[in-house]
């Protein structure tokens, strides 16, 4: 009964941190997407009474009135979901880092690796592994990263010579890839790779580090004078 009563209350308390989510959520869709209500509001209308007049022509209105409540429901649900995404890719494009947001939420199978070059200018390169390859994402002008991809491209060669190396950059302009779309075009590649091989490629790879564990910082307090080098890379 003791263990009954604290699953319960366990599950009430996370109710209404799911609908604050819900209505989090809501408000930053409608800030990008004014008319995001009145698109719900329309598709719910729309199915249940559609479900609802076919009820009453064929003679079951109550039940077709009970399925056609869950169907409206779920396909608003659906409608949200996909307005509420484009919304955030919406607000996160242009954004130094977008691009590291989107990797970590690509999907099982696919180890990533924030940053793994950057210049002062805050063009950078992220870093995927998966059955497909290694996949470099790069966020920021075309025209410096092109130089910065060849770079990485040459440093990995050194550990991972077999493994074939994918490259994506981020942006509206020609041979560039949107925001939105980077997920989609990751999981087009063909898996080539097998589980005990992406595995070696990131051993392999680690022992590279990143952006992050390669860079000599202070103990304690950030100096609040400290820039980047003057060298292109952050090393």
Known sequence: ???????????????????????????MTRKADPKVGLILAAVGIVTFGAFLGLGFWIGYPVYLGILGFLVAFLATAIVFGRRAERAAFGQMEGQPGAA???????????????????????????????????????????????????????????????????DILVGTGEDQVPLKKVRTTMLKLPRILSGAQVASANDRLRALGDLMSNMPLPKGPMPKGMRMPRGGKMR
């Open 1 to 27: 009964m003791a263990r009954k009563a604290n699953s319960d209350s366990a599950e009430a308390a996370a109710n209404p941190g799911r609908l604050k989510q819900i209505a989090l959520t809501y408000k």
């Open 100 to 166: 590291a947001a989107v990797l970590q939420n690509v999907g099982r199978g696919w180890t990533t690796t924030p940053a793994v070059a950057m210049n002062r200018s805050q063009d950078v390169i992220h870093r995927a592994v998966g059955r497909a390859g290694i996949v470099l994402v790069a966020e920021g002008n075309p025209n410096r990263l092109k130089p910065m991809l060849a770079a990485e491209k040459k440093k990995m060669a050194r550990v991972v010579y077999d493994v074939p190396v994918h």
